[in-house]
């Protein structure tokens, strides 16, 4: 690996906010941010990068890359369960694997972000295409896992509420109404929505209109996530200790799944494009995992499963890695092959 890239990531001031706030967490401080400002500030970056995104979409012209590249990211998304559930199920419940396949199927939109600084700081740009491909892939994983849920545990899948009664195992009736819940529920959350409904927002607004509030939605971008991170710091710190007691085999899966999928679509991702940052924002989707809207479908419909144990792996261990290590081996991948 390149380890000047390496230096230069962990010097980043953004990366530096997100470990002060583990160690904010870690020796016990008050600082805190609040709570209606953090989902601010999370709203403005999702905003920000949809907006920037549609914006760039209206100078480009629609190719069969873009189309290639919303398949593979819905192909992805739905593939990615099918072989870690069956991984996962070894050593877990049902409800368990079903769920952390979910996780690590879809895509962490908090992740996405922290990669676009991280590009920016390369001096490198990705297509605004792919702000739809992060948003298309929050999905596809939650249905395969609720799929594969029903289909070996059907007594452990919940319609509508986590208060439901389980649904039997031949009502079809039942299971559809569930699963066009959690779809609707996936493309409704808000952080999918707010990206989506600004990558529109962006493609329909007149370009010299978007210049008037180009200082909102650019240059206080990196400082807002700055802010952002030193919250998730704080938040992934007080997560992993609660995680700690699930032992080894889920740790290693948090640390080695993300780096095989980012590392697998780092290589596999030429045979899509040639661009290098949309190479290295497809491993990076392939690398992370959901810790919003995954959490919140799967309580809606698996409550069984434990969400002490999917949400630390995601936020916990596989976050912190793709934002400090993760993210300058993809770009090395992606650079050298």
Known sequence: MDYHLLLTNL???TLLFFLLGIIATVVKSDLEIPESISKFIALYLLFSIGFKGGQELTHSPFTSEIVYSLLAGLALSALVPLYTFFILKRRLSVSDAAAIAATYGSVSAVTFVAATGFLEGQHLKFGGHMVAVMALMESPAIIVG????GRYDPTAVVIGTADAAPASTGNSASSSGKLGLIVRHSFTNGSVL???GSLVVGLLADSKQAEGIKPFTTDIYKGFLAIFLLEMGMVAARRFAAFARYGWFVTVFALVVPVFNGCFMALASQLITSNVGNRFMFAVLAASASYIA????MRLAAP???PGLYLPMALGVTFPFNITLGMPLYLFLVERF
């Open 304 to 306: 069984k499963a434990d």
């Open 146 to 149: 609720v799929l594969l849920l």
């Open 294 to 297: 995954v959490p919140a479908a």
């Open 11 to 13: 010097t980043n001031p």
């Open 194 to 196: 707010m990206v989506l």
